[in-house]
């Protein structure tokens, strides 16, 4: 009986095995195949994000007791002069940088779009600022708007102006860290840019050339509209990369106090409040909270980006 | 160790202590007790900037051979006190001995009972090896539980420039310059007479910040006591009225135009020292290293030391703790006791100029007769300890060194010119509570 059933068995039972092995390949190993990014996420980026929310709802110092506390940490961050004061530098700092940048980086790709001698040593310079360590690229500048010595300075005295000190004021300090962050990032947009322009068909231009427009018109009515999509993404990639601003403020007025981002908290950006609290006054709890204001700012923004994107595609 | 070490590169010499490799793990078993217990064990200590301890060490070795030690050196105090405050709170990772600056023990007093309670190991017997304020700055505020050995104090005088002083039409001599200025508000007349008699561009002082911390440790030693919190953690900045009168007075130096207006150790600062920016420096004892590391050979001989005004002062100085999550407690204890000995104190001022903190070191005539050849040879050890001898002890909060910065902050926004000092002074009241969290 086993002789005549033997050598049946296994193939009967293999052939459900199979077909379920193949079928639970087919639903299964996509999403083993996606899972490492999953898992990782999960373990960087999920976790310590919930893991922080729980921290802000405790009164958390480093050492010491936590309590739970509840909302009350958002409650007094919400009527907190300096985090407020932080956010609007934040978005100050990012508004003084990005106008000027876009224009200066539209300017340079279209220059570079040119028949321009060198081009391709013109193109590859303008991203070089861009791979510099910026903490090197803060220390220059630090030295060029230093006080008593600074090139700065000594320019301004040529037009018989007064030396400024360049990290006590507002207006000084947010023209000097702009120029920081437009220095790094305006030839990256710019190369940005001028990939987006030569990917405009030339016909376009040729035709517009035939009915006697201009350079200065071609601009504004074909390149402009043509590179919406790209405006669009080296905003959203300079938003984020405004909302975490920090190694320039840092760096430009170094020393004791250095994260208070100058004496009247002047160019104090939404990151370095979040340190302070977290590593001056040790209060996690606090610095949680700070962190998620900072979530959801970036939440808000990005929801504005998306319905701006959703209009923009309409409007095509 | 120093403030001053938070800078890269003051980092001088970090390189040849911290040669060494990671802590391996100790194969000693828990009930070791110093050179009794025959097993092999390793000890970590961790340090900042210099401590000075490698002939230590090895004498150490020498005489228990079952112990090796391996210092890890992390230079910079700022990353040094955020490691090891995690280190603390985390349960693990910290050294078997640790270092602990003066601005940082206050934190760690918070949780005293995350370090070895030393007063349990026999500090009573040898308290008498440290100056009062000293045990007093390693002890909670009930007077039961003291966390740390002293190691250094910063003591505190006046570092001047004889040549910008001669230029001036003041004295030079470092007897005459200390009798220009017994008070603070003599300090601020001399000051005058030199704004009036420079020809160059040259301030008298360098920053509002070390002139505004010298006098309230001074003045809050005379009374109450403590300063930005009393001895139940309150904050008081606002009504301790030796922290306004630390503050009116600074203003006068500001509102009489003698401040160069440079925060200490950046850039401008360390240029100022070079070409001569200030003519006078308020001076602990390992400031005299920076002073010569920033003039270089040029400044030699043009910088002399005179006692500060007020008499007395510290700035900076450290201890040695244990922290309870370490495997060898006992032996760790016993190597922090040996480190932090006068004897131990005496080598670490050899080998890297740190001040002692134990009075018993201060009549040593290693110690007396040390001459520094930068500063026009002079009695460098005996000028610091005049300062830091007759210190009064003075509490400072937990969170002293979080209203300290913000604090420091609005008088430099006032140094500035941004603010007046009465409106430095307001919002100085609400930085210090946000800082405090009240």
Known sequence: ?316 | MSPSMRGTRRMIAVAAVAGVALSMAACGSDDEGGSGSNEKITLKVSTFGTFGYDALYKKYEASHPNIKIVESNEGDLGKYTTALTQRIAAGSGAGDVVAIEEGAIVNFLKAPDKFVNLQDEGFNEIKGNWLDWKNAQATTADGKTTIGFGTDVGGLAMCYRTDLFKAAGLPTDREEVSKLWPTWDDYIATGKKFQAGTKGDAKFVDSATNTYNSILMQEAGEAPGYTYFDRDNNLVFDSNPAVRSSWDTTAKVLDAGLSANLKSFTAEWSAAIKNGGFATLACPAWMTANIKGDGGDAGAGKWDIATVPGGSGSWGGSFLGVPTQGKHQKAAVELAKFLSSPEGQLSAFDEAGNLPSSPKDFDNPALKDFKNEYFSDAPVADIFVEGAKNLKPVYLGAKNQAVRDAIENDLRSVEQGQRTSEEGWQNAIKSAKAAAGV
């Open chain 1, 1 to 316: 009986m086993s002789d005549i059933t033997a050598p049946v068995t296994p193939a009967r039972a293999r052939s459900p095995w199979r077909s379920r092995l193949s079928r639970w390949d087919q639903k299964g190993s996509p999403y083993a195949f996606v899972s490492p990014f999953f898992i990782l996420f999960g373990i960087f980026g999920a976790f310590p994000l919930l893991y922080t929310f729980w921290v802000s709802l405790h009164s958390w110092p480093l050492l010491g007791e936590h309590t739970f506390t509840g909302l009350d940490n958002y409650q007094k961050l919400l009527q907190d002069p300096q985090f407020w004061n932080a956010a609007k530098n934040t978005l100050g700092l990012f508004l003084v940088s990005t106008v000027p940048q876009y224009v200066l980086a539209l300017w340079l790709a279209v220059t570079l779009n040119r028949k321009i001698m060198a081009r391709t040593l013109f193109r590859v310079g303008v991203v070089i600022p861009n791979i510099t360590s910026v903490a090197a690229v803060t220390l220059i500048f630090s030295m060029i708007f230093a006080k008593g010595f600074g090139l700065a300075n000594w320019i301004i005295g040529w037009f018989g102006l007064e030396a400024v000190d360049w990290t006590a004021h507002t207006w000084s300090s947010w023209l000097a860290i702009s120029m920081m962050v437009d220095w790094r990032w305006t030839g990256y947009n710019a190369l940005i840019f001028l990939a987006a322009m030569q990917a405009i068909s030339s016909e376009l231009y040729e035709a517009a050339a035939i009915d006697g427009a201009t350079r200065t018109r071609q601009f504004w009515s074909i390149t402009l509209p043509m590179l919406r999509p790209t405006l669009l993404f080296t905003t959203i990639t300079s938003i984020i990369g405004g909302v975490q601003l920090f190694t320039e403020p840092l760096l430009f007025a170094p020393g004791a106090g250095a994260i208070q981002g100058g004496t009247l908290r002047q160019f104090q950006t939404l990151t370095m409040y979040l340190i302070e609290n977290g590593f001056t006054r040790f209060e996690f709890g606090y610095a949680g909270a700070v962190a998620w204001m900072i979530f959801l700012l970036v939440l808000i923004i990005s929801l504005i980006n998306i319905l701006l994107v959703r209009r923009i595609s309409g409007a095509d």
